[in-house]
Nanobody, 121 residues
């Protein structure tokens, strides 16, 4: 059993900041990559930011320069620092991990339950 638990969502005003956190736990042998996706009402889920075990990152063009993803490999956690938030950042944010399960070494794609970020204008 592997699970991701997110925290840090909430309601903020335009220009303010939020920090999302996600912790992975369970039968984890290794984590290849962790990231954040978001889904706004009526839209498809999209990648926000992703970081590999080696520290390589990629970001959606819409958040470059405003959001920063970071990862603590020892603690199996990933954070998303979101600055200069805009109303169009409003969405449910989901944590994602591509990992190798302990024991059978099966590669899994695991999702968190989602945390709501609302940016008011």
């Amino acid at each position: 059993q592997v699970q991701l638990v997110e925290s840090g969502g909430g309601l903020v005003q335009t220009g303010e900041s939020l920090r999302l956190s996600c912790a992975a736990s369970g039968s984890i042998f290794s984590i290849n990559a962790m990231g954040w996706y978001r889904q706004a009402p009526g839209k498809q889920r999209e990648l926000v930011a992703r970081v590999t075990s080696g520290g390589r990152t990629n970001y959606a063009d819409s958040v470059k320069g405003r959001f920063t993803i970071s990862r603590d490999n020892a603690k199996n956690t990933v954070h998303l620092q979101m600055n200069s938030l805009k109303p169009e950042d409003t969405a449910v944010y989901y944590c994602n991990a591509n990992l190798e399960r302990y024991g059978d070494h099966r590669i899994l794609e695991v999702w968190g339950q989602g945390t709501l970020v609302t940016v008011s204008s």
